[in-house]
């Protein structure tokens, strides 16, 4: 393999924090140069605070100078979305892991959350904190094969950290319900993966039909019996994904 040194990024969901991908870090080549960053809020990043999609680009230029690869999980993916299409310069390639570009369903567009589902689960939040964390890693794992380990292993990731700022999920699921990048995708002229769950209960595999629409140039896999964290229930095929990125552009 070639000696040259690849810069590769990964940026958790919502809720979550940077430790949830020391499993994919510990299985990298030499030649891969791992940084796993914390969004405001969550995290070693608690103390800091954000409102915009590009508030959280600005906090991870702040900590990535060359460019790289950037893999991006769910609310992750839409931050790496965004950072490749305003500072392409900064991004080798993309794999955008769970990840859509529009989170919630709107007219045209069925594969999305229904919009009353997802301002439940906001409303839920604000009356009882930990009950619906709990809740949203249990869809993470939703129909998973190996679900039950999967989810423990997901609570021991987020307790090994401070615990996202009520204000930083407030502002995430904003994100999530607002942001719609799917008329900007085909800006995106760098190398991108999309990898999906088929059995993930907050983006359906369906997805999948639709970006072959929207992005025909790029590599989509859905791997059938994964769930919402398919690099921590399937980690092999997760891994082989990765690494075909970063032989492309290495």
Request: net charge neutral.
């Amino acid at each position: 393999m070639t000696e040259a040194k690849l810069r590769c990024v990964f940026v958790h969901g919502w809720g979550m924090n940077h430790a949830v991908w020391q499993p994919v870090v510990q299985a990298l080549p030499d030649w891969i140069e791992p940084l796993c960053i914390d969004l405001p809020g969550h995290g070693l990043a608690a103390q800091h605070s954000f409102a915009s999609l590009d508030d959280l680009v600005s906090a991870l230029r702040d900590q990535v100078t060359e460019p790289a690869l950037w893999v991006g999980w769910s609310l992750g993916g839409l931050a790496v979305t965004q950072l490749a299409l305003r500072f392409p310069e900064q991004v080798r390639g993309l794999l955008l892991v769970a990840n859509s570009p529009s989170f919630v369903a709107r007219p045209g567009w069925s594969c999305g959350m229904p919009e009353a589902v997802f301002d439940g689960f906001a409303a839920e939040l604000e009356q009882d904190y930990a009950t619906t964390i709990r809740r949203f890693l249990s869809l993470q794992v939703k129909d998973s094969a190996s679900g039950r380990q999967i989810l423990k292993t997901l609570r021991q990731k987020i307790l090994q950290l401070p615990a996202a700022r009520m204000d930083a999920l407030r502002a995430g699921l904003l994100l999530l319900k607002t942001t719609d990048l799917r008329s900007r995708l085909a800006d995106l002229n760098m190398p991108v993966a999309w990898l999906l769950g088929g059995r993930d209960g907050l983006v359906n595999a369906s997805l999948a039909q639709q970006l072959d629409r929207l992005m025909p140039r790029a590599s989509v896999t859905v791997i059938e019996q994964a769930a919402h964290a398919p690099f921590l229930s399937h980690g092999d095929a997760f891994n082989q994904q990765l690494m075909a990125m970063a032989e492309k552009i290495v």
